[in-house]
């Protein structure tokens, strides 16, 4: 059975940094292109950052570019989001998501998200 | 960057009924194209991918259809547990854009 398990969310100020783990489990983990997708509260899905299987690629949204770092670490079957300069406009739960192939990011597996809250 | 729309915003429904939601692309996305299905609180669920395979264990009540840029996701028989919010995304290039979803919700 896929399970993804987010932490590493709490409340941060603005300006802050936080890193989220994603730990992964009951799949072949280096073989599936990953993503985190957020929510901020009362709105929708945005996609944020996808990561190929090797971890040589990479993807941010314009919304974060510069900001954010998705990597991975295969052998530890685990996702990261390193978060700096993080806004207001961050909050939101983070969803990590599994892709369909080494470099596929359509999601068919959800974790049930960390929340993240940038306030003062 | 692609853009996603859905209609409606929401609509309300009875147990029952035959409900569809429609998502359009500003751009072709040939099959790329998946719906998600959200209950209030919960994490996202995968219901359809390449426009029109079910995920696994999703029931057959589930349709949808359309290629380019309109596609549609139908709910023949409408039951409790289907009110939620449905989402549609294109996963043909980045960045993987969502639609802005369809909350169903009771008559």
């Known amino acids: 059975e896929v399970q993804l398990l987010e932490s590493g969310g709490g409340l941060v100020e603005p300006g802050g940094s936080l890193k989220l783990s994603c730990a992964a489990s009951?799949?072949?983990?280096?073989?599936?292109?990953m993503s985190w997708v957020r929510q901020a509260p009362g709105k929708g899905l945005e996609w944020v950052s996808g990561?190929?299987?090797?971890?040589?690629?990479?993807y941010h949204a314009d919304s974060v570019k510069g900001r954010f770092t998705i990597s991975r670490d295969n052998s530890k079957s685990t996702l990261y989001l390193q978060m700096n300069s993080l806004r207001a406009e961050d909050t939101a739960v983070y969803y990590c998501?599994?892709?369909?192939?080494?470099?596929?990011?359509?999601?068919?597996?959800w974790g049930h998200g960390t929340l993240v809250t940038v306030s003062s | 960057d692609i853009q996603m729309t859905q209609s409606p915003s929401s609509l309300s429904a009875s147990v029952g009924d035959r409900v569809t939601i429609t998502c359009r692309a500003s751009?072709?996305?040939?099959?790329?194209l998946a719906w998600f299905q959200q209950k209030p609180g919960k994490a996202p669920k995968s219901l359809i991918y390449?426009?029109?395979s079910l995920q696994s264990g999703v029931p057959s009540k589930f349709s949808a259809s359309g290629s380019g840029t309109d596609f549609s996701l139908t709910i023949s028989s409408l039951q409790p547990e289907d009110f939620a919010t449905y989402y549609c995304?294109?996963?043909?290039?980045?960045?993987?854009?969502f639609g802005p979803g369809t909350k169903v919700d009771v008559k």
């Open positions: 990561v190929g299987g090797s971890g040589s690629v990479t």
């Open positions: 751009q072709d996305i040939n099959n790329y």
């Open positions: 998501a599994k892709g369909c192939d080494t470099l596929c990011y359509r999601v068919d597996h």
């Open positions: 009951g799949f072949t983990f280096s073989g599936y292109a």
């Open positions: 390449a426009v029109s």
């Open positions: 995304q294109q996963f043909k290039s980045y960045p993987f854009t």
